[in-house]
């Protein structure tokens, strides 16, 4: 059976846990806590990392740094995961959600603005796949309207939009390190800031509303409550296991490339001859091979072929239900415009297996699976 993910693990994993138990600093803003978050500036080329205990975690700070009030307006794509949304809810307010993209299945950069009301706040933007957003425009929107952007980048992590990695180029950034990501601390994720005026805000959100980090630092000699604040510091053991991947993070993403562009080489017949649909990557998107999709003719097309390949051995998964559909959707968003593409192509999108450690022939493989569904 060929799994849809395999969490990644490198080999230095276990060598630098120990480590950090050796050392007797198990808990946050440990030695690898401070390599990673390092790393991840200096590849990024951001003012500041801070790792957080997850990507729904690192949204969430960013909703508390933005200040974000009850009442306030959030534009966001509904085709997301459900942290997009949550981070922004908790705090009050109302989702507003806008149609996608078909070719990227990203928000649709066009129809933000006429979504903007007098209460909105930020746009929360999602960059799916590791495929940017039209971000030269997005920002462009942010400014006239004086909205925040919060970057989405869970999947975005070593790629970019016109030369700027994703996570950067907005207010604040969030990627996430869950088992599924390309890069893993188990549970865990990383808020980027653009503004250095944020960090010490940011920092007091993250250790209970306290100056914690000051302390730990040697600038101040007791540390107080401040501000409100949650527990958003993940383990240095977790950190650990993160940095082995980061250390060989540019061969994970070169593997993952080559196996994503095997995959559009085996299966592009099925979209020359319209069959199916592959992903699409617009011009100035650097992507990093996080997911690959077809896209079948609709759901009950897309039922059966995840059965067909289940039956020969390989486990496809389809993705998000639109959050405006769901119970929770409704009670606390709603969409704007009209729902040309977030439904219908939801129920179409279909992704194959991609890990870091799946060889080309497994691609072969199952792509060759997928054909023979489609007699091809
Ligand atoms: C994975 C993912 C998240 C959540 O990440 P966690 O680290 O599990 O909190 C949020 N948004 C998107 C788009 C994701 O893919």
Redesign the pocket.
Same mark, same amino acid.
């Not at 997850?54 to 975690?57: A, E, F, P, Q, R």
């Given at each position: 059976m060929i799994n849809f993910n395999v969490p990644p693990f490198t080999g230095k994993e276990m060598e630098y846990m120990k480590q950090a138990v050796d050392e007797q600093k198990i808990c946050g803003d440990g030695t690898f806590t401070r390599k990673c978050s390092k790393w991840i500036e200096e590849k990024t080329q951001t003012a500041k990392c801070l790792l957080t205990t997850?990507? /729904? *975690?690192a949204?969430e700070m960013a909703a508390l740094l933005a200040d974000i009030q009850p009442g306030d307006e959030v534009i966001m794509p509904s085709y997301? +995961?459900v942290? /997009?949304a949550d981070a922004f809810v908790l705090r009050g307010a109302k989702a507003v959600f806008v149609d996608i993209r078909p070719d990227t299945m990203n928000m649709d950069e066009n129809l933000i603005e006429p979504a903007i009301t007098d209460k909105t706040r930020a746009i929360a933007v999602?960059h799916?796949a590791g495929v940017s957003c039209e971000m030269d425009k997005i920002m462009d929107i942010a400014k006239r309207h004086g909205l925040l952007v919060v970057e989405?980048a869970?999947?975005g992590m070593m790629a970019d939009y016109k030369g700027k990695a994703l996570g950067t180029i907005g207010d604040f950034g969030c990627f996430? +390190? *869950?088992e /599924?990501?390309n890069y893993s601390m188990g549970?865990?994720?990383a808020l980027l800031i653009k503004d250095k005026n944020c960090v010490e805000d940011a920092e007091i959100f993250r250790e209970k509303g306290t100056d914690r980090s000051k302390f730990y630092r040697g600038e101040v000699d007791k540390y107080r409550w401040i501000n409100y604040g949650s527990s958003y510091l993940p383990s240095d053991m977790n950190a650990a296991y993160l940095y082995a991947q980061l250390e060989l993070a540019d061969e994970i993403n070169a593997i993952r490339l080559s196996r994503w562009d095997c995959y559009y080489q085996q299966l592009k017949s099925l979209e020359e001859s319209g069959k199916a649909q592959l992903p699409a990557v617009p011009a100035g998107c650097v992507h990093n091979g996080h997911m690959f999709y077809i896209k079948t003719k609709d759901l009950d097309e897309r039922t059966e072929l995840i059965g067909f390949l289940k039956e020969n051995g390989v486990m496809a998964v389809s993705h998000y239900v639109p959050l405006h559909s769901a119970p929770a959707g409704r009670k606390f968003g709603r969409f704007h415009g009209e729902d040309k593409y977030t439904t219908k192509e939801s129920e179409r999108l279909l992704r194959l297996p991609m890990f870091y450690t799946l060889t080309e022939e497994e691609v072969i493989y199952i792509s060759s699976k997928v054909k023979e569904f489609y007699g091809v």
């Open positions: 997850s990507c /729904t *975690h949204l997301t +995961f942290s /997009t999602v799916y989405d869970a999947q996430s +390190f *869950h /599924t990501k549970e865990g994720g």
